[in-house]
């Protein structure tokens, strides 16, 4: 087989694999993550059932390459934003980067909703998503590390009965911070998350109305929380 048609057979499965995503996504937005179907798609697409399986064995397959998909785009928002502040201090990078998480899920609601939203019955996301999953946390492991080394980190306290699991989060996540560091990490991490989604999914409805500086505020106060000044 000339490398040629090897070549014009890469691109032809890449474009394919491309819509049969894109299709995909267009069913999340209408139907739902739980509706999801590999013979709906394959309709849409003018295509056989057994041949959209040559791309993904199962709807499990498509759901979890969709995740990746989305987790690396928010993780590459999240670089992108973060790299463009190098020399600004711990906390705001940190905001930064809360606000690029922001700005990517109100432009992606039902890819954020796949990633953070409820879980898909039926559905258990592999090891093969942690990489991509990780990309955020390990921006925000970054700039906690960085302040720790330039001695702007203020550890938080902890009680007696969480230090056992503060020191298992820390050997598992960031050995080289204090475990005090790594638990309130972990903890605005979670409320990062907790602030997006009640802003998308509808919870700050007639609550809050200046979503911006709101938002700005409680993502300082996290840093803060985890010790950064």
Request: hydrophobic share 50%; no cysteine.
């Amino acid at each position: 087989m000339s490398s040629v048609v090897r070549g014009a057979r890469a691109r032809a499965r890449i474009e394919v694999t491309a819509a049969i995503k894109e299709e995909a996504r267009r069913q999340l937005a209408s139907d739902g993550a739980a509706r999801l179907s590999l013979r709906a798609v394959a309709r849409e697409l003018g295509m056989v059932s057994s041949a959209l399986y040559r791309y993904f064995p199962s709807r499990d397959d498509l759901l979890t390459a969709l995740i990746i998909d989305a987790y690396d785009s928010l993780g590459e928002a999240a670089e992108a934003a973060h790299a463009a502040v190098p020399d600004a201090a711990p906390v705001e990078r940190w905001v930064t980067v809360g606000e690029a998480v922001r700005g990517w899920a109100l432009a992606h609601p039902q890819e954020y909703a796949l990633i953070y939203g409820s879980p898909v019955p039926g559905y258990s996301a592999p090891q093969t998503t942690v990489p991509a999953a990780a990309r955020v946390g390990l921006i925000l492991i970054g700039i906690v590390r960085d302040a720790h080394r330039s001695h702007a980190l203020e550890v938080p306290l902890l009680t007696d009965e969480l230090v056992p699991e503060a020191v298992r989060l820390a050997a598992d996540l960031a050995p080289d911070l204090p475990p005090g560091a790594v638990t309130a990490l972990v903890a605005a991490w979670a409320q990062l998350y907790g602030l997006v989604g009640f802003e998308l999914f509808g919870q700050f409805n007639r609550v809050v109305e200046e979503r911006e500086p709101f938002f700005r505020h409680a993502v300082t106060r996290l840093a803060q929380g985890v010790g950064l000044r």
